[in-house]
């Protein structure tokens, strides 16, 4: 091989297995070659690990992926554990806990800050205007979703639900 063909297998040193990389080396070492980065590693290298804490768990996948996000809009890295099992089965979800959302733990206090901010009551969006966040016709709540199997919301602090009519009739009002 040439120096070159060489240098190039050397930048993805991922590629090669200990005894690979060992004749690699010591061609390098026999022809006076210099390696092109010297960060390069063999491959097997034992990782770090990372220690994350859980800072709070979802029975449902969406309201765990909508916290992920608001996490990360703040620039807090944050992963999600046992989300894949949810994804297979969601009925198994209270028997392992959850989604579990896990930061480091530089990161647990402004974590458990942002999640336990007040659900905003309107936000200017611009091109649109203000959008005010619906709430509960029973308890006033901002707690509400919009559940997946229809045109309906749902209360998550009371558990009310009701039809959103304000597309048919133009108003602000719903009904129980």
Known sequence: MTDGELQ????????????????????????????????????????GT?????????????????AKGSLESFGIECFLQDDNMVRLDWFISNLIGGVKRCVSPEDVENAQ???????????????????EQPRCPKCQSLDVAMPVQGPSWKCQSCGAEWEDDTADAGTNESHL
């Open 50 to 66: 990372r220690t994350l804490i859980t800072i709070r768990q979802f029975r449902d996948l969406p309201e765990a992926l909508l």
């Open 113 to 131: 800050r942002i999640l336990s901010e007040p659900i905003l009551e309107g936000m200017y969006v611009h091109g649109v205007g203000l959008y």
């Open 8 to 47: 190039n297998i050397a930048r993805t040193p991922e590629s090669l297995t200990e005894p690979a990389w060992e004749a690699l080396e010591d061609e390098f070492d026999r022809r006076g070659l210099k390696h092109p980065s010297e960060e390069v590693q063999p491959h097997n290298e034992e990782l």
